[in-house]
């Protein structure tokens, strides 16, 4: 079947140029010199790629670009001339599939349409596709992830794959960006090309343009041989620029040139060689704060960043981390040849879902590398992933903002307001211990409303502790700090079954310190009031939380660490 196309410019000779051109290349084509012939020709025909002119008589290109994009998912490029890197960015925006700058050059020109022309033949591979297209198998079996934040993170990158649009993609450190930056190269028709990437951050500034561009024999001292650059390395490929925030501005303004004109020429050579590229670049930085700066150049900002792809942390996606154990667990089997690959119990896996991952999707490898280092048989449990316990309270918390996460693009703020909950909470518990141990015994205790609840992080005032207060008023003398921990176990609904331990506390109050210790009383006394909320709901676990204030999780997390059990009861 031939190739048609669709030519809209409104200058003759460039039209008849190109109309010869694609008629060597073995596709017809049809010529329209403004807007509302352009959209005739599109409304009565058929056509595989567009080819069009960003400024026409009647209107603007943009507007057949958004009416194609928003239509079809045919291949349609831009004809942009110098000066107008605006609007070739803004129609790459819009969904343009690539452009070429004015005056036309015929290799530039056959490139583009040999480019189209393997989308076309992509799209109708994927279209005969019975069930699963091998484009999805590669994206399914490369990023590693059915949580709800992946789906459309997945969607992006296949639409991405088809365009020679610029690429920027943002994330902490650890989320994957390489790999989404290779998964876009081997997706898109320069698949066949070579994927270049680089750190710029790993280039001393001396070397960078030697490195990028190249060099000639004899062009420096040291200089003994001719040296491709990157960009030439990448010819026909993708240039991946990864930390590209870390790029002198001195080397920013050459490779805002380079990335425009999409020609480079070598350190000592005397003409500018033409490339064929496509540009991905990464930071983990906020290269929008950086132009604010000044630290980052505003025009390349714009010329890399023509469409934003924002990859989410590890904490954002939780139900991920199982697959993504299991993965990593059979990819190091298979480099450490291993007789099978290892295995995480349930508790070990619960454990790593809890665990506040600040190296993202390479923290969670290198650790399950050290578990299966340390691990004496195929099964890895908790003790072997070296992660220190937490308390019920921030797994609570933890939880609490993982289900409130529902915009992606939200999600790095609400991390960090997360970590610095946690902190607070932590901080909190140390000042309380600090007071606890050097507080003066003689000191008078204050009449005010405390926690009646031991397990909640808020103050809540309930009538019954405050009349409690105000009738041990007149018996009490200690610390504000120790009455704290003392009071907030009583409850006038369990008085009855703690007499004994109110007795207790009476002998604290005179001056009498427990003979085990702080930490066994504070348990024992924990211990009691469990045991009594459990007596009283008939050893329901969900209405004796409810009852002392606290989760299902962490009365279920304390019944275990202080041995409660219904067996030794009945």
């Known amino acids: 079947?031939?190739?048609?196309?669709?030519?809209?410019?409104?200058?003759?000779?460039?039209?008849?140029?190109?109309?010869?051109?694609?008629?060597?290349?073995?596709?017809?084509?049809?010529?329209?010199?403004?807007?509302?012939?352009?959209?005739?020709?599109?409304?009565?025909?058929?056509?595989?790629?567009?080819?069009?002119?960003?400024?026409?008589?009647?209107?603007?290109?943009?507007?057949?670009?958004?009416?194609?994009?928003?239509?079809?998912?045919?291949?349609?490029?831009?004809?942009?001339?110098?000066?107008?890197?605006?609007?070739?960015?803004?129609?790459?925006?819009?969904?343009?599939?690539?452009?070429?700058?004015?005056?036309?050059?015929?290799?530039?020109?056959?490139?583009?349409?040999?480019?189209?022309?393997?989308?076309?033949?992509?799209?109708?591979?994927?279209?005969?596709?019975?069930?699963?297209?091998?484009?999805?198998?590669?994206?399914?079996?490369?990023?590693?992830?059915?949580?709800?934040?992946?789906?459309?993170?997945?969607?992006?990158?296949?639409?991405?794959?088809?365009?020679?649009?610029?690429?920027?993609?943002?994330?902490?450190?650890?989320?994957?960006?390489?790999?989404?930056?290779?998964?876009?190269?081997?997706?898109?028709?320069?698949?066949?090309?070579?994927?270049?990437?680089?750190?710029?951050?790993?280039?001393?500034?001396?070397?960078?343009?030697?490195?990028?561009?190249?060099?000639?024999?004899?062009?420096?001292?040291?200089?003994?041989?001719?040296?491709?650059?990157?960009?030439?390395?990448?010819?026909?490929?993708?240039?991946?620029?990864?930390?590209?925030?870390?790029?002198?501005?001195?080397?920013?303004?050459?490779?805002?040139?380079?990335?425009q004109e999409k020609t480079v020429r070598a350190i000592g050579d005397t003409k500018e060689v033409p490339v064929d590229i496509r540009i991905l670049s990464a930071t983990h930085k906020d290269l929008s704060q950086l132009v604010q700066d000044g630290a980052f150049r505003q025009d390349l900002y714009y010329r890399i960043n023509v469409i934003e792809l924002k990859l989410p942390t590890l904490n954002a996606r939780r139900d991920d981390i199982p697959v993504l154990a299991d993965h990593f667990l059979a990819m190091i089997a298979d480099d450490w040849q291993l007789e099978s690959p290892p295995s995480l119990t349930m508790e070990a896996c619960e454990r790593l879902q809890r665990h506040d991952f600040a190296g993202n999707v390479r923290e969670l490898r290198n650790l399950l590398e050290r578990a299966v280092t340390l691990a004496e048989t195929s099964y890895i449990d908790v003790s072997h992933l070296g992660l220190p316990d937490i308390e019920p309270e921030l797994v609570d918390i933890q939880e609490q903002n993982h289900s409130s996460a529902v915009d992606s693009s939200d999600l790095p703020a609400r991390n960090v307001e997360n970590q610095i909950d946690v902190q607070s909470t932590v901080q909190s518990t140390k000042d309380d211990e600090q007071v606890i141990q050097s507080s003066n015994m003689a000191r008078p205790v204050e009449q005010r409303a405390i926690n009646l609840h031991l397990y909640r992080t808020n103050t809540n005032h309930y009538p019954s502790m405050v009349q409690h207060s105000s009738a041990s008023n007149d018996s009490s003398s200690t610390n504000v700090a120790s009455t704290h921990d003392e009071e907030s176990l009583l409850d006038s609904n369990v008085q009855q079954e703690t007499s004994k331990d109110i007795s207790g506390l009476q002998e604290l109050f005179d001056g009498q310190l427990p003979p085990q210790g702080l930490e066994h009383y504070l348990q024992e006394q924990e211990k009691q009031l469990i045991i009594t909320a459990l007596k009283q709901t008939g050893w329901n676990k969900t209405q004796a939380a409810e009852l002392l204030g606290t989760t299902f999780r962490s009365l279920r997390y304390r019944m275990k660490k202080l041995e409660i059990s219904e067996d030794a009861f009945d």
């Open 1 to 259: 079947m031939t190739t048609t196309a669709l030519v809209v410019d409104d200058e003759v000779d460039l039209c008849r140029l190109m109309q010869i051109t694609l008629t060597k290349m073995g596709i017809k084509s049809d010529v329209a010199y403004t807007l509302s012939q352009a959209r005739t020709f599109w409304q009565d025909n058929d056509y595989d790629f567009c080819l069009t002119d960003l400024k026409l008589p009647d209107g603007s290109g943009l507007e057949l670009v958004k009416e194609i994009s928003n239509s079809s998912n045919i291949p349609i490029a831009v004809i942009t001339a110098h000066g107008s890197m605006d609007l070739a960015i803004e129609a790459l925006k819009l969904g343009a599939f690539d452009f070429v700058n004015k005056p036309l050059e015929l290799p530039r020109l056959r490139q583009l349409v040999e480019n189209a022309i393997k989308v076309i033949h992509q799209d109708n591979e994927v279209q005969a596709a019975p069930e699963c297209s091998p484009e999805q198998k590669m994206l399914d079996s490369r990023l590693i992830g059915n949580s709800a934040v992946m789906h459309p993170l997945k969607n992006t990158i296949l639409k991405l794959a088809r365009s020679q649009a610029p690429v920027f993609l943002s994330g902490a450190s650890g989320t994957g960006k390489e790999v989404v930056a290779r998964l876009i190269h081997d997706l898109s028709p320069r698949r066949d090309g070579s994927f270049v990437p680089v750190n710029c951050g790993a280039i001393p500034s001396e070397l960078m343009e030697s490195e990028f561009f190249g060099h000639k024999k004899g062009s420096f001292t040291g200089a003994v041989a001719d040296k491709q650059g990157l960009f030439q390395q990448a010819n026909g490929g993708t240039l991946f620029l990864d930390e590209v925030a870390d790029l002198p501005l001195a080397m920013q303004v050459k490779l805002l040139r380079a990335i």
